[in-house]
């Protein structure tokens, strides 16, 4: 039995409009056999984690380059938890100062790639992290 | 066997060029146009100098919009910034005018550019951190406390709300009795390409176009030395498109928006002298020559033959420039400074009007001051020093670039004629080409990189293990809480009985299609914010949620 | 893949309506595991809706839309889902695009275009890769129709690229299908659209605010009007406006209409190629005029076989399709 594609969320939050980045990924992603979900701009830490969800998503990308990281990053891997999804990867695209790395890797994201990170890259990644399920049951 | 001699030079030299082993890295643009090893005059068939490249400062334009370019006067070195409060960049405003910068360049934060007030729940983390907050006349009166408005040129790069802050400024002006006739400046106020690349638009294209051509009415009847619009290519390339892409779009952005204010019953000699362009920098040296001279020739003949203009001042094509974001890497950034260096020569050498340079440091944070000052020293070392101002358009003549601009020009003509079979630009937007191509392009480019076909040094080649980091400037968070109170205090001391009626003003005028700009401005007077007016005028318009397909 | 245990814990989850197991549920549903669990998950649905007193096809319609790419079958279902919501119904979306027949990847943009509020627990959209490209609907999606009823909402809908291949399995799942076509530039709309008419139980001319919407909804209405396309039954034909907001209530009204429908009333497409071939020869019978009855004495005293006169009446068929609009028969000859 092949494994099935690995399915990943992809949005952009906050106000920023500059998709260059996360268009380019997600028809990378895609070129390599994933099945990426994009959810577009403007989403919420909420609406984000509402589309995780109903998706069944494996991993969440998010792409910021409004530098409004720190607020709304630890927002997500928040309700994520809350809802009972922390077995979903977040990585985390954009313009982030390196000293803001560390912090995000704290908090629970799984990695950080700045602009211009090849695709392989990141396909690398995902493909070599291992796919964690779900826990059994939410209280 | 024949010798030398029997031999023609070009066929030695097209049999050694045959036989030579190339480097791995095909010679293609960073657009990647295929380059030929070599142009000669057989490059050129046809060519005629009169037509196709003139004098300078007369039709068609290729080689300059002024007769003497850079030997009468340098272009203007125009730095953006903005950020924090509108205090933090008025004193960066000043900071940049001490320093020899000779025009203001606003930038503003993104909820600003939204349209939402500092104190929507939208803004939470966002207030002051790319730019700078304006919600109130308040805030616009302290951004340029201070500075003579009628001797400084000023740029406020803002789209959706643009004939707010527009209205906004003119109260400004107006409360410190300042002449309307005398202020100079330039607003952005382009609303199409934010639908083609940037995503900063609020209502449906039809009714956006509508507020940009209301500005340019306005503007054009009582702000004359204001540019209304600048039409701009620079968002369509750091969205990923070619340079052809970013000519055709941005050209076929501006024969809407003429088309539009020739509707309202102007005549185009009215107002098309007040169009101004902003064109990208990238690192192609010679294809981005090509394209901002393919621009003026394309605006010169088609305003001249299909629009009809007949002032010289119609025909020209006046152009900011800065340096291209997108080439900026985060590995190894100082060599950023190269890169702006190098692209900064290229929006020279191809005759801009006025340069931003962009900082080292922009790809991991807002520029730090060391930053900022080493960006502006870039273009000082280019106009002084280098020689490039001596003569007016010195590559001009040359087989390759006079190649290469013809083809470009040709190559829009048939994206022109490609948006005239989508069902022109509004339906194009509809429909997704323009995203659809711009983002294709963007993957192909990225594959390209990935694939080591184009070589970014320090990233793909020539890495570094260990990187050193560099300084960068962090935004207080306490910007957004003291800009909230202000904001809050402001909205508790106005009149809310004035402020419903000013609202009321501005959806009758947007359901009744008159001009929205003096409603505006009564507005702004009674401390109507940007959020509101926006809201307002949604009300009549819309929201937009963007192009179907992407 | 989950243990029995987790499969178990999984369906008593769904069972409380917690909306993760649904999702997960779908998701095992979509790689084939564990159907057999599924299946008798989704069987208890129709026994629980009889005992409240329902028609069980009555629970929750659902409804296929689907149109070739661009047409706007995104921005319509979000339209849908809006309509639904004010009237307080609650609804689930399938959105199904192709996958890469090369790498098995794909872009999966269709939630994009619908509205959905984190708040709202009335609204579900799942996107789904179908594989063997366009047209086909993926495998199982009847248990995950299932599925998304036994949830309990009250509305489903599929969004599909095309019907071509996969029509037969959108009739079996769905209760209506609704085509989309848009305004043609064109002068006549493609002949090979007249196969994607056949399916249909409703045909929508989208983005009725663009020019020739009048244009295509006459064609749309001649094509129908076909020997053969016609049948027993009606197909609506409706203009809507998603842009402008409009038709969106009046396609409403005519799905939950059409819903109500007795199955038997619908024709299936096959039967309708049947009467349209019947249609078609016989109109060519006619047209051969005396030479129908040499023909059919000669036949029957055995001087002509089966196959050769079966032969000249289908090139007598065969003339008449040069000219297919001209071609209409007079009511007396059908």
């Known amino acids: 039995m092949t494994t099935p594609p690995i399915r990943i969320v992809l949005a952009k939050i906050g106000l920023d409009g500059h998709d260059r980045g996360i268009k380019v990924v997600a028809r990378g992603l895609r070129d390599a056999g994933f099945h990426v979900i994009y959810a577009g701009l403007w989403q919420t830490p909420e609406s984000v984690v509402r589309t995780v969800a109903d998706e069944d998503a494996d991993w969440l990308g998010l792409s910021i380059l409004s530098g409004a990281h720190m607020t709304l990053v630890p927002r997500v891997l928040h309700l994520l938890r809350t809802a009972g999804l922390e077995h979903v990867g977040v990585i985390v695209g954009g313009i982030i100062p390196e000293s803001d790395v560390p912090k995000l890797l704290d908090m629970g994201v799984a990695r950080v790639f700045g602009p211009g990170t090849p695709i392989p890259e990141i396909v690398d990644f995902l493909r070599s992290s291992p796919r964690r399920t779900p826990t059994p049951s939410v209280s | ?550 | 893949m989950e243990t029995p245990r987790e499969i178990l814990e999984l369906v008593e989850r769904f069972r409380k309506r917690d909306r993760h197991a649904l999702s997960r549920l779908l998701s095992l549903t979509a790689r084939g595991e564990h159907l057999d669990v599924v299946r008798r998950l989704v069987q208890e649905h129709p026994a629980q809706a009889r005992k409240d007193g329902q028609h069980p096809e009555r629970v929750a319609p659902v409804v296929a839309v689907t149109g070739s790419p661009g047409v706007g079958k995104s921005t319509l279902v979000g339209r849908l889902i809006e309509a639904l919501r004010q009237e307080g119904r609650s609804v689930a979306v399938l959105a199904c695009d192709p996958q890469s027949p090369l790498t098995g990847g794909a872009l999966l943009g269709d939630r994009l275009r619908m509205p959905s509020r984190p708040d709202d627990e009335q609204v579900f959209i799942r996107s789904l890769a179908t594989p063997g490209g366009r047209g086909a609907i993926p495998e199982h999606i009847d248990l995950m129709v299932g599925l998304l009823k036994g949830f309990g909402f009250e509305w489903v809908i599929l969004e599909t690229v095309g019907a071509g291949q996969g029509e037969t399995a959108v009739h079996h799942v769905a209760d209506v299908v609704v085509l989309l076509v848009q305004p043609e530039a064109g002068d006549d709309i493609q002949w090979e659209k007249a196969g994607l008419l056949e399916v249909a139980d409703v045909i929508v001319v989208h983005k009725a605010d663009l020019p020739g919407a009048d244009r295509t909804e006459a064609q749309i209405r001649a094509m129908l009007n076909l020997p053969g396309l016609s049948g027993p039954r009606e197909v609506p034909v409706l203009r809507v406006s998603s842009a402008r907001q409009e038709g969106i209530q009046e396609l409403l009204r005519v799905l939950e209409e059409r819903v109500r429908q007795p199955r038997g009333l619908r024709v299936s497409a096959k039967s309708r190629l049947r009467a349209l071939v019947q249609d078609r020869i016989q109109q060519a019978i006619e047209s051969m005029g005396s030479r129908a009855e040499e023909l059919a004495q000669q036949w029957q005293e055995g001087g002509l076989s089966d196959d050769q006169v079966l032969r000249e009446v289908l090139a007598a068929a065969e003339k008449s399709l040069s000219a297919p609009f001209a071609a209409r028969p007079d009511e007396s000859a059908r």
């Not at chain 2, 393919?294 to 002032?311: D, F, N, P, V």
Request: charged share 25%; net charge negative.
């Open chain 2, 1 to 550: 066997m024949s010798t030398a001699t029997e031999r023609s030079a070009k066929e030695r030299w097209e049999q050694e060029v045959a036989q030579a082993k190339p480097r791995p890295q095909p010679p293609t643009t960073v657009s990647g146009v295929p380059i030929e090893p070599l142009y000669t005059p057989e490059s050129l068939p046809d060519f005629d100098y009169e037509t196709e490249l003139g004098y300078p400062g007369q039709y068609p334009f290729t080689r300059g919009v002024h007769a003497t370019m850079y030997r009468g006067r340098l272009w203007t070195m125009r730095q953006f910034a903005g950020f924090g409060t509108p205090r933090q960049t008025n004193q960066r405003f000043k900071f940049l005018l001490e320093k020899g910068q000779t025009g203001l360049s606003t930038a503003f934060d993104l909820p600003t550019l939204m349209g939402l007030d500092s104190d929507d729940p939208r803004a939470v983390g966002e207030v002051g951190r790319l730019g700078v907050a304006v919600s109130t006349l308040d805030d616009i009166r302290q951004l340029y406390d201070g500075i003579d408005l009628e001797q400084v040129s000023v740029s406020m790069t803002i789209n959706a709300p643009a004939i707010v802050i527009m209205a906004f400024y003119l109260a400004n002006a107006q409360n410190r009795g300042l002449d309307w006739q005398k202020l100079r400046g330039t607003i952005q106020n382009d609303i199409l390409k934010e639908f083609h690349a940037q995503n900063e638009f609020v209502f449906p294209p039809e009714p956006h176009v509508r507020l940009v051509i209301d500005v340019i009415e306005f503007c054009t009847r009582h702000v004359p030395q204001w540019n209304p619009v600048s039409i701009s290519g620079y968002h369509i390339r750091e969205a990923g498109s070619t340079a052809v892409q970013e000519l055709a779009f941005t050209l076929a952005d501006g024969f809407h928006y003429v088309e539009q204010t020739m509707a309202r019953g102007l005549a185009v000699d009215d107002f098309a002298g007040r169009l101004s362009f902003f064109f990208n920098a990238h690192n192609d040296i010679f294809e981005e020559v090509a394209k901002y001279r393919a621009a003026r020739l394309l605006w010169a003949e088609t305003m001249r033959h299909t629009y009809g203009a007949s002032k010289e001042a119609s025909w020209k094509l006046r152009f900011h420039c800065q340096t291209a974001g997108c080439s900026l890497q985060d590995k190894q950034p100082e060599v950023n400074l190269i890169r702006v260096a190098y692209q900064a020569l290229a929006g020279v050498l191809g005759g801009c009007q006025s340069l931003h340079t962009n900082s080292m440091d922009e790809t991991l944070a807002l520029p730090t001051e060391h930053a900022v000052t080493l960006a502006l020293r870039t273009q000082q070392v280019l106009a002084y020093e280098t020689g490039v101002t001596n003569t007016v358009d010195p590559l001009g003549g040359s087989y390759f670039v006079e190649a290469l601009t013809r083809q470009m020009a040709e190559e829009a003509r048939r994206y022109f004629d490609r948006i005239q079979q989508e069902g022109g630009v509004i339906a194009g937007i509809e429909s997704g080409f323009f995203r659809r191509e711009i983002a294709e392009a963007a993957y192909a480019y990225q594959r390209d990189v990935d694939a080591g076909r184009k070589i970014i040094v320090g990233v793909n080649a020539f890495t570094e293990a260990e990187e050193k980091p560099i300084e960068i400037l962090v935004i207080d968070d306490t910007v957004e809480k003291e800009q909230i109170a202000a904001l809050r205090a402001i909205k508790t001391a106005r009149s809310q009985e004035e402020v419903r009626r000013h609202l009321d003003a501005i959806r009758r005028a947007a359901e009744s299609g008159e001009n929205l700009m003096p409603v505006l401005i009564e507005a702004a007077r009674a401390r109507v914010t940007v959020g509101e007016a926006m809201n307002a005028m949604a009300d009549v318009f819309g929201r937009y949620e963007g192009a179907a397909k992407w």
